[in-house]
C-alpha cells in the first residue's frame, strides 16, 4: 500500500528571510522601475501620478534610476541589518508578503495603464 500524500501545508515551504527581501528588492526596485518607464514610453510624464518623479522624469530619466535604486539598496540593506529585529515581531512573514503584494499591485496598475494607452 502506498503512504496517503502530504497535506499541502506541510509540503510547501515558508519563504525564507532572504527570499522575502529580494522578492522586496526586485518587485518595487526592477518591476516598479520598468513598469513605470513602460508607462511613460506610451503615456508621457504628464501620466506619472507622483510629482517627484514627474520631476526626475522632466530633467533625466537616469534621475529616476538613480533615486529606485538608491532606496531599494538602503532598504534591502536595512531589512538584512536589522533582520533579527525584524524576524522577532510576530507575523513578519505576512509583513514582507505583503509588502511584495502591494508593491506586484503596483506594478500591474502600471502595466495597465501602458495597455490601456496604448490600445492593445
Not at 532606496?71 to 522577532?88: D, F, K, S
Amino acid at each position: 500500500m502506498s503512504a496517503l500524500p502530504s497535506p499541502l501545508t506541510t509540503r510547501l515551504q515558508r519563504p525564507d528571510y532572504v527570499d522575502l527581501v529580494f522578492g522586496i528588492v526586485f518587485v518595487w526596485g526592477t518591476g516598479d522601475l520598468f513598469s513605470t518607464f513602460a508607462a511613460l514610453y506610451v503615456t508621457g510624464i504628464g501620466a506619472e501620478a507622483n510629482p517627484l518623479i514627474r520631476t526626475l522624469l522632466a530633467h533625466d530619466p537616469l534621475l529616476v534610476v538613480a533615486l529606485k535604486g538608491a532606496v531599494m539598496l538602503v532598504v534591502g540593506l536595512t531589512l538584512v541589518r536589522y533582520r533579527a529585529a525584524v524576524e522577532r515581531l510576530p507575523r513578519w512573514r505576512l509583513w514582507l508578503g505583503g509588502l511584495i503584494g502591494v508593491g506586484t499591485v503596483v506594478v500591474a496598475l502600471n502595466l495597465y495603464v501602458a495597455v490601456a494607452a496604448a490600445g492593445v
